[in-house]
């Protein structure tokens, strides 16, 4: 296939939005970086980065460490550290040991997490606080 052909195809399958799947039964060693969405149902020992969306499903684990969009979490994730840029999502079912840092963080009743959270996404004060008044007699 040449160059051209290839690339048209990578922009149609971005366009239609084709998510890449790691199957359940499937074990991957290595890491994965994707532009696109990826769902993980299988076990993955690597890193995972991706410029999208990611989805570790009930049956899914991932060793390692995980930077991305936005990511939803049903079954397990060891990491050092999670760096999404909006939103992590525990599901009850989620089972997530590591350090996150993320814009936004929303945890289900049931859902277990052991590690320390940072959200960089914090509106910070600008305004410098007012200087006192000086007392009038």
């Known amino acids: 296939m040449k160059f051209k052909e290839t690339l048209m195809k990578e922009n149609e399958q971005r366009e239609f939005g084709v998510v890449n799947v790691i199957a359940n039964g499937t074990q991957l060693e290595g890491n994965i970086v994707t532009n696109g969405d990826i769902r993980i149902d299988g076990i ?66 049931g859902a277990e997490f052991s590690g320390n959270c940072k959200m960089h996404n914090m509106k910070a004060n600008t305004q410098a606080p007012a200087a006192p008044q000086p007392e009038r007699k």
């Open 44 to 109: 993955v020992k690597g890193n995972v980065i991706s410029k999208a969306k990611v989805i570790v499903g009930r049956d899914g684990r991932v060793e390692g460490n995980v930077t991305c969009s936005n990511i939803e979490v049903e079954g397990q994730v060891a990491a050092e550290s999670l760096n999404v840029s909006n939103l992590i999502s525990l599901k009850a079912t989620a089972n997530l040991v590591g350090n996150i840092i993320a814009g936004k963080i929303a945890i289900e009743p």
